[in-house]
């Protein structure tokens, strides 16, 4: 299958599972590191097997383990900070704040991989630096929320890690790397929050069906994104193609989750984050 084709589906995938995090983290109960923890194990229980399926390695642990022990830990720290966003702001603004990650994403390959940077790259950083001020205005006066912190705190992490990923995909099968990965973060939450296990028992018998969903399209979306990369995607390419469900997510959290307020907004800052996404992977 080409791997365009795997990466429309990512699209799919990741824009549908943003609508329903922000369903589950709307409650009132929903406590955010809870819900990670609980997310990373159904996302393991998910992946594992199908990477099984596929003809799961181990890898040169000799080799990789700082790589895996750094991604994971910034995984890990990420997906809580998701989480604490999602449940402050609303899935539209969340992901146009994720967008920021194209930069770091572009530094970090700068500075460790090499890649160059031209005009193109520091005018699609721009635009999505506007777009990020274009969110952060929304007709009154710039402020950036404790949400909207968390968020891009998350997608620097996010973004820094998948830079740690490609240096382990060159030496590792991706789809084998996907099903590690989908699981370790979570057995570090359960090392940094350990406070948290005696409150599992209680948020698994209370689990939210929405938190299931959530978990099993952002599934299929980690399997798609890894199994791009493994057809001998550049990232660039890959990254490029996953950052349309920016303006997806916007159109779809307006029609199925209402958050109309000051869309068109929104809508600006999704094309604006867009475009700078596709510049920046030039």
């Known amino acids: 299958m080409s791997w365009l084709i795997i990466i429309l589906i990512n699209v799919l995938a990741i824009s549908s599972a943003s609508l329903f995090q922000r369903l589950a983290m709307k409650e009132e109960a929903s406590e955010p590191v809870t819900a990670t923890i609980i997310f990373q194990f159904i996302l393991g229980a998910l992946v594992i097997p199908f990477a099984i399926s ?11 383990w700082p790589y895996f022990l750094f991604s994971t830990v910034l995984y890990a720290l990420g997906s809580v900070l998701f989480f604490r966003s999602i449940k402050l702001i609303e899935a539209s603004e969340m992901t146009v704040f994720a967008g920021a990650g194209a930069i770091v994403t572009m530094l970090c390959a700068y500075i460790f991989l090499g890649e160059r940077l031209g005009l193109w790259q520091y005018l699609g950083a721009g635009l999505i630096l506007a777009a990020i001020l274009v969110i952060a205005h929304q007709g009154k006066k710039i402020s950036f929320s404790q949400g909207a912190l968390y968020a891009l705190v998350a997608t620097s992490f996010f973004s820094i890690a998948v830079v740690s990923d490609m240096i382990i ?35 698994i018998k209370k689990l939210d069906k929405n938190l299931l969903f959530y978990s099993l399209l952002y599934s299929i979306g980690v399997v798609s994104f890894y199994g791009a990369l493994g057809t001998g995607a550049l990232l660039s390419q890959v990254s490029v193609v996953a950052r349309t469900n920016i303006i997806l997510t916007v159109l779809m959290a307006a029609v199925l989750l209402g958050e109309r307020s000051h869309l068109w907004y929104k809508l600006l800052a999704g094309l604006l984050c867009t475009v700078g996404v596709i510049l920046v992977a030039l």
């Open 169 to 203: 995909i060159r030496a590792y099968d991706a789809i084998s790397f996907a099903g590690l990965m989908s699981i370790l973060p979570g057995f570090a939450l359960l090392v940094l929050y350990f406070r948290k296990i005696k409150l599992l028992p209680q948020a």
């Open 54 to 64: 596929q003809g799961f390695t181990w890898p040169n642990w000799a080799q990789l």
